[in-house]
């Protein structure tokens, strides 16, 4: 049998994935885990993360000023086939506005790697990608990636999978990047 508790004192959201395999089996990994995205007012700026500890801070407040969407993308925690790492990197050249910028683009992560303004974390997650003209494969979704166009002084770019979305984000002036309508990267259903 298996047991899971968790105590909802303050919390509004909570999420817990558990896979059981068999009488007697083993735990499964859970297929993927979720970037959730946050928004900064004072900035007009979005983040996206899968790291526990930062999820955990920027929700508490820790990181002041930040606060969740209600957004989040399905990516890979974990290398398979047919799949790519995704580079993030930090800057605070724009202060007293900082950013963060991600690609799945193996030749962008280079280019990226040698500009001094930006700081490699490490590859984060694991997505797919798309063809050429910005479709993906039957199993995932487009994530369409919008850029600012450096609006406010500072880069940012945020992800999506929604195309209307997309679409009022290219209203305000932002761009649309990627393969065929913008698509960045496919992420899991």
């Given at each position: 049998s298996l047991y899971v508790g968790l105590n909802f004192m303050d919390v509004t959201e909570a999420v817990a994935y558990v896979s059981v395999t068999g009488v007697g089996g083993t735990l499964a990994a859970a297929r993927f885990v979720e970037a959730v995205e946050y928004y900064h007012a004072a900035f007009d700026h979005y983040f996206i993360?899968?790291?526990p500890d930062e999820i955990a801070k920027l929700d508490?407040?820790?990181f002041v000023g930040w606060i969740r969407t209600g957004r989040s993308i399905n990516v890979h925690s974990a290398a398979s086939a047919g799949l790519v790492s995704v580079c993030r990197f930090f800057s605070a050249a724009f202060a007293p506005r900082s950013s963060?910028?991600?690609t799945a683009l193996a030749d962008e992560?280079?280019?990226v790697k040698a500009n001094p303004d930006w700081t490699f974390e490490g590859d984060v997650f694991f997505v797919g990608t798309p063809a050429p003209d910005g479709s993906c494969a039957s199993d995932t979704v487009p994530v369409y990636r919008l850029y600012n166009q450096g609006m406010g002084n500072a880069p940012n770019h945020r992800f999506t999978t929604d195309l209307q979305l997309q679409a009022q984000m290219?209203?305000?002036g932002?761009?649309?990047e990627g393969d065929g309508t913008g698509v960045s990267m496919c992420a899991a259903r």
């Open positions: 993360t899968t790291i508490t407040g820790f963060h910028f991600y992560c280079t280019v290219r209203s305000l932002w761009l649309a």
